[in-house]
């Protein structure tokens, strides 16, 4: 079992900044490879980013790439998202997640964090 809480998430204008920390406990974090997911009003969950066990690859949603940084501190237990030049339109609840296999589709994912709401205002 992997037990995951999000938080930093808010209120910021366009362009502005902001950054997403996801503390797991259980488990030893090193083994999975973690994620970050969004899910905006009406729409389906989407894939925003992942990174390895190590923290050596990661891999970004087109939507992000070159805005969004994801990180990891194994001795920490906590994987962070680096949000910068915020838009309207990365409006969601975004959630970590964990698992054994570094995809971007929600399902290959074992656990999950309760969420995060990120509103941005134009």
């Known amino acids: 079992q992997v037990q995951l809480v999000e938080s930093g998430g808010g209120l910021v204008q366009a362009g502005g900044s902001l950054r997403l920390s996801c503390a797991a406990s259980?488990?030893?974090?090193?083994?999975?490879?973690m994620a970050w997911f969004r899910q905006a009003p009406g729409k389906e969950r989407e894939f925003v980013a992942t990174?390895?066990?190590?923290?050596?690859?990661?891999d970004y949603a087109d939507s992000v790439k070159g805005r969004f940084t994801i990180s990891r501190d194994n001795a920490k237990n906590t994987m962070y998202l680096q949000m910068n030049s915020l838009k309207p339109e990365d409006t969601a609840v975004y959630y970590c997640?964990?698992?054994?296999?570094?995809?971007?589709?929600?399902?290959?994912?074992?656990?999950w964090g309760q969420g995060t709401q990120v509103t941005v205002s134009s």
């Open positions: 259980g488990r030893t974090f090193s083994n999975v490879v």
């Open positions: 990174i390895s066990r190590g923290g050596g690859s990661t």
């Open positions: 997640a964990a698992g054994f296999y570094r995809r971007s589709h929600p399902d290959s994912y074992n656990y």
